[in-house]
């Protein structure tokens, strides 16, 4: 049922996203047809061909071996080449980042200086004076970006956080056992000898402390007393039935669940890291705990690794003796100045992406990213501290913009 319901949820969203596709579609088709004189006009080296009287740019973002750069050809006429221009590009990025460009004549063309960083996509404006007349073009680029409407973003379960500054935790990988907590098991005896009238709990049960467990009459004083749960817990053994006669050997044990110990194994390669005190995050059939190391102690002769033990809280009863366990012990930690949840993180093209949010826009931004613990990761470059980023179902505004054919054309 969960599975269907997960399933359920999921195409939900999409269905939701799609009506937000169409409408973000539309109003980017309109917009195109308006551009289309200017966004179809390529020149010979196959930059975009920008015209007006007898002048034209031909501008081109060239990557073949190179970072991303622009080179542009001026022209008179379509043939006499123009080396006396002042030329300048100036790129608005979502959120209002602006990238000037200015050019010098190279021989061969023109070439705008710096990088034009990835995505390529920005609204354009392309400044030109040539013998005291000044040239105007701009136009919408986009890439990797698309319009999902806030109440829709909300039913589909997209969420977002601000980009700062992280700690990466460094740990060492260790796997162990859940175990019983030796202190939390109680074994229940019969304070006097005598005949069990009554067994009023059975192996497996829950009890409080101070229920009644079983009755027994007592030989000397043939008086009925009741036996009592001397602690909460879970009847793990039972050793008594109506009608046995009561001795040495307990009636019950009693074990409180509620925390557990992961026996972590530390080998020696490992020893010099992990210290009584450090924090772990222990992972056990898929649930996921975080305690402390409150003791390290030998395994056993001829046991070449120690044992970290950790209290793991199982209040809830999800828990179980035995489970098999994973723990990432927390050797250091570092600050970092920028950092990203991991469940952010997307493939798009060949890049590690997020997508930002402004308003009802989205958009990629490809990273270079640093240390990661698992569940942040170091940004290096390609997001801004301050930028409100996609977490929660970041897969659903990249499917959203595969959708919505976003191209890498320039």
Known sequence: ?????????????????????????????????IQNGLLETRGPHGGLLLQQDDVSVELLIFEQGVPP?????????SQQVIENANLKVELTRLGGQKDIFDFTFDGDYWLGQGVVAEPHSFDVSVMLNYKGRNYHW????????????????????????????????????????????????????????????RVTANLGDLVSQGDAVAEVESNESLQTYVVRAPIDGVITERHINGGEVTGETAL??????????????????????????????????????QGTVRHLLPAGDDTPYILARVGVDNSDGLLTPGLLVAGDLVVDTVEVPLAVDNRALQSFRDWTVVFIQVGDTYEIRP????????EITEVLSGLQPGDRYVVENSYLIKADIEKSGATHDH
Request: glycine residues 8%.
């Open 69 to 77: 750069e622009y080179r542009a050809w001026i022209m008179k006429n």
């Open 252 to 289: 019950f044990a009693i074990t409180d669940l509620s925390t557990l110990w992961a026996e972590l194994r530390v080998f020696p390669g490992q020893r010099r890291e992990v210290a009584v005190g450090q924090t772990v995050r222990v992972t056990a059939d898929g649930i996921d705990r």
């Open 1 to 33: 049922m969960r599975m269907i319901r997960t399933l359920c949820a999921v195409l939900t969203a999409i269905y939701l996203l799609s009506g937000s596709v169409l409408a973000a579609q539309g109003t980017k088709n309109a917009h195109q047809e």
């Open 138 to 197: 701009q136009w919408e680029s986009y890439e990797g970006r698309t319009q999902i409407a806030t109440d829709t973003a909300e039913k589909a379960g997209i969420q977002t956080a601000k980009a700062g500054p992280g700690v990466i935790e460094q740990t060492v990988k260790t796997y162990g056992l859940l175990t019983t907590a030796l202190d939390r098991v109680s074994q229940v005896r019969a304070r006097f000898p005598g005949v069990v009238i």
């Open 367 to 374: 990273l270079e990213l640093g240390r990661s613990d698992g």
